[in-house]
Nanobody, 120 residues
Framework: QVQLAESGGGLVQAGGSLRLSCAASGRTFSGYAVAWFRQAPGKEREFVAA?????IYADSVKGRFTISRDNAKNTVYLQMNSLKPEDTAVYSCAAGWTVGSLYGADYDSWGQGTQVTVSS
């Protein structure tokens, strides 16, 4: 398995931007599918975006969020623009071998999460 560590969360006003990073260690990262999930208080974890070669997105973030990867740096990014209060959640990255999966069960390695808070 690969070890993952997220960073870049914080407090931002509605309409603002944040960039999350997911840094991998432990083994070669380039072949993995990597996804971002989020979980708000009292809600179930939900899929946000995933990338193997191309990005796929939840409808709720399409057009506002962009997922990308830099295999040389063993890092996946989530650029979040036009943030809304409903984007407030703990964001976690996950890695696995299933291409294009929206389901957490298909990912084997998880980071500890980073808090994103969007104020109105």
């Amino acid at each position: 398995q690969v070890q993952l560590a997220e960073s870049g969360g914080g407090l931002v006003q509605a309409g603002g931007s944040l960039r999350l990073s997911c840094a991998a260690s432990g083994r070669t990262f380039s072949g993995y599918a990597v996804a971002w999930f989020r979980q708000a208080p009292g809600k179930e974890r939900e899929f946000v975006a995933a990338i193997t070669w191309l990005g796929i997105y939840a409808d709720s973030v399409k057009g506002r969020f962009t997922i990308s990867r830099d295999n040389a740096k063993n890092t996946v990014y989530l650029q979040m623009n036009s943030l809304k209060p409903e984007d407030t959640a703990v964001y976690s990255c996950a890695a696995g071998w299933t291409v294009g999966s929206l389901y957490g069960a298909d990912y084997d390695s998880w980071g500890q999460g980073t808090q994103v808070t969007v104020s109105s």
